[in-house]
C-alpha cells in the first residue's frame, strides 16, 4: 500500500518552531520530487517548498524564505520541513506529496496552529 504519513504538527506560539515529518511507505522517495503544500481556513492550497528529483533544486514559497528548511533523508524514506519563526499566518493544514511526471501522491495533512 502506498502512503504518506505526516507528523509533528501541532499548537505553537509565534515564534516558535516545529519540525514536519513525512514518511513513505510502499514505494521510495529518492526518485521523486517531494515537497509541502498548505492550506488555511477559507484559503486555497498553497505550494510552500520542494525539491525537485531532476536536480534537487529547492524552491521557497516567498513568504517563508529563510524560515522554513525542506530536507530528505532518503535512507529513512522521509520528508522534512524546519519551521522557525513561526507567524499567526502559517496557521493551516500542511500535506506532504511526493511526484513524478503524470501521477502525484498526498498525505493526509498534519494541522498547524500558530497562537499565543
Known amino acids: 500500500q502506498l502512503q504518506l504519513v505526516e507528523s509533528g504538527g501541532g499548537l505553537v506560539q509565534p515564534g516558535g518552531s516545529l519540525r514536519l515529518s513525512c514518511a513513505a511507505s510502499g514505494f521510495t522517495l529518492d526518485d521523486k520530487t517531494v515537497g509541502w503544500f498548505r492550506q488555511a481556513p477559507g484559503e486555497e492550497r498553497e505550494g510552500i517548498s520542494s525539491i525537485d528529483l531532476r536536480d534537487d533544486s529547492i524552491y521557497y514559497r516567498d513568504s517563508v524564505k529563510g524560515r522554513f528548511t525542506i530536507s530528505r533523508d532518503n535512507a529513512k524514506n522521509t520528508v522534512y520541513l524546519e519551521m522557525n519563526s513561526l507567524k499567526p499566518e502559517d496557521t493551516a493544514d500542511y500535506y506532504c506529496?511526493?511526484?513524478?511526471?503524470?501521477?502525484?501522491?498526498w498525505g493526509q495533512g498534519t494541522q498547524v496552529t500558530v497562537s499565543s
Open positions: 506529496y511526493a511526484a513524478i511526471p503524470g501521477n502525484v501522491d
